[in-house]
């Protein structure tokens, strides 16, 4: 298990603080586990609607960049986006940091209802909070057996 990991995308508005979320529920609270983007985005409603069905919150936290970390050395990264991992490989080329690449649907390109627009964001939710289930060895959240 690390102890510090760190989520990325492109403007850390969408995939990056849901994987944040997700962590945070699903990891030891001795891991420290942060997000970033490689360029400042823009809080997005849809992921507090996506997040608040699953009872998590963004509380106050806005989109900040690799450079508004006041750390940026981390036991993981793991990058959401192709321009988010090379950023990373870049940043990291002089550090024995870990890094993943777990390519991640952008979900703000999906069209339609409300509704469908929704499930395009409940889908990246899913799929991250089964990621980081099997990538840390846990039980995904909500799918505990009876």
Request: negative net charge; contains cysteine; glycine residues 6%.
């Amino acid at each position: 298990m690390p102890r510090s990991v760190l989520f990325m995308c492109g403007m850390n508005a969408v995939r990056s603080p849901i994987a944040e979320a997700l962590a945070r529920q699903s990891l030891p609270a001795t891991v420290f586990v942060a997000s970033a983007g490689v360029h400042a985005g823009a809080r997005d409603p849809f992921v507090d609607a996506v997040l608040a069905e699953d009872g998590l919150s963004l509380d106050n936290r806005q989109p900040r960049t690799i450079d508004d970390l006041e750390d940026d050395y981390f036991d993981l990264i793991v990058t959401l986006a192709p321009e988010a991992h090379h950023a990373a490989l870049e940043l990291t080329r002089s550090m024995a940091v870990e890094v993943e690449y777990w390519p991640t649907a952008d979900p703000t390109t999906a069209t339609g209802t409300r509704e469908q627009i929704m499930a395009a964001y409940r889908d990246v939710r899913e799929r991250l909070k089964a990621r980081i289930a099997g990538r840390f060895g846990l039980r995904a959240p909500g799918n505990a057996e009876e």
